[in-house]
């Protein structure tokens, strides 16, 4: 059994308040994924409180736990998704400025055979 600690869950608390997932950018796919994350988090502690058997109470547990496993392996994804798109992002400024033969208006030549 897998057990969160509250720690991770202020931290994702405090990433997520100042964001507003609009748009299906990856910044607002991952702000979503962090409240779905906390609003688990959440059932979860309050299943000890709740009725039930505890064979449900259980069950509810580990139902949980495995979104919360999803949840966070596609958080992981998408971090290394935004990652990604950073680094070529910033190759490619690099490469760009770097450069001397960049046909544009300005230094074109034409050549006459």
């Known amino acids: 059994m897998t057990t969160i600690s509250?720690?991770?869950?202020?931290?994702?608390?405090?990433?997520?308040?100042?964001?507003?997932?609009?748009?299906?950018?990856?910044p607002a796919q991952i702000a979503r994924i962090t409240q779905q994350i906390i609003k688990l988090?959440?059932?979860?502690?309050?299943?000890?409180?709740?009725?039930?058997?505890?064979e449900e109470k259980q069950k509810k547990a580990e139902l949980i736990q495995?979104?919360?496993?999803?949840?966070?392996?596609?958080l992981a994804q998408l971090q290394n998704k935004q990652a990604e798109e950073a680094q070529q992002k910033q190759e490619t400024s690099?490469?760009?400025?770097t450069?001397?033969?960049?046909?544009?208006?300005?230094?074109?030549?034409?050549?006459?055979i």
């Open 94 to 97: 690099a490469a760009v400025a």
């Open 66 to 74: 495995q979104q919360i496993a999803m949840l966070e392996s596609q």
């Open 41 to 54: 988090t959440q059932q979860f502690k309050e299943i000890a409180d709740g009725s039930g058997s505890n």
């Open 6 to 26: 509250t720690t991770s869950i202020a931290s994702l608390q405090t990433t997520t308040s100042s964001a507003t997932p609009s748009g299906n950018d990856i």
């Open 99 to 112: 450069g001397i033969n960049r046909p544009s208006d300005e230094n074109q030549v034409d050549i006459y």
